[in-house]
């Protein structure tokens, strides 16, 4: 990956909806961890694209911002193949308190049952290690007027 212009991990640490695509096609925004190299999605056999990947692990997922005001268009697009991983109520706490605030009784009854132990039937993780890792910066000085 060439430089681009801008600390990709603080970037992917804000907290940031991405859209991931997978074969069929489908497209769905998602909340997503970045860790270790890797981007960690959760879900479950309720989704459709969690289905498509067990036949079909070939992913792309695009992180991005365009604030006309400030002039940031960033964005970073990662393509791969997903491997479904065990759940990890840590990386879940991490990945919730970076949406959601640190005050976990703050959170809504839905998220904090994701921190229950045995996790809810069927709670997957999804990882992505980018075989390929594209980041643009876009972003211009905006004009007074």
């Given amino acids: 990956m060439s430089d681009p212009g801008f600390d990709v991990d603080a970037f ?12 069929g096609p489908t497209v769905r925004p998602v909340w997503y961890q970045w860790e270790d190299g890797a981007f960690w999605v959760f879900t479950g056999p309720w989704a459709k694209w969690f289905t498509r990947v067990h036949s079909d692990p070939s992913i792309a997922l695009i992180v991005d911002t365009c604030d006309l005001e400030t002039g940031e268009i960033l964005q970073v697009i990662a393509h791969g193949r997903v491997e479904i991983k065990e759940w990890d109520v840590d990386r879940c706490r991490r990945m919730l308190a970076r949406y959601l605030g640190a005050d976990e009784a703050s959170w809504p009854e839905e ?7 045995p996790p809810i039937e069927g709670l997957s993780w999804v990882r992505l290690p980018p075989e390929k890792l594209i980041s643009n910066d876009f972003g211009f000085e905006p004009t007074e007027g």
């Fill in 111 to 117: 998220y904090r049952a994701y921190l229950s132990e």
């Fill in 12 to 23: 992917l640490a804000r907290p940031l909806t991405a859209r991931l695509s997978t074969n």
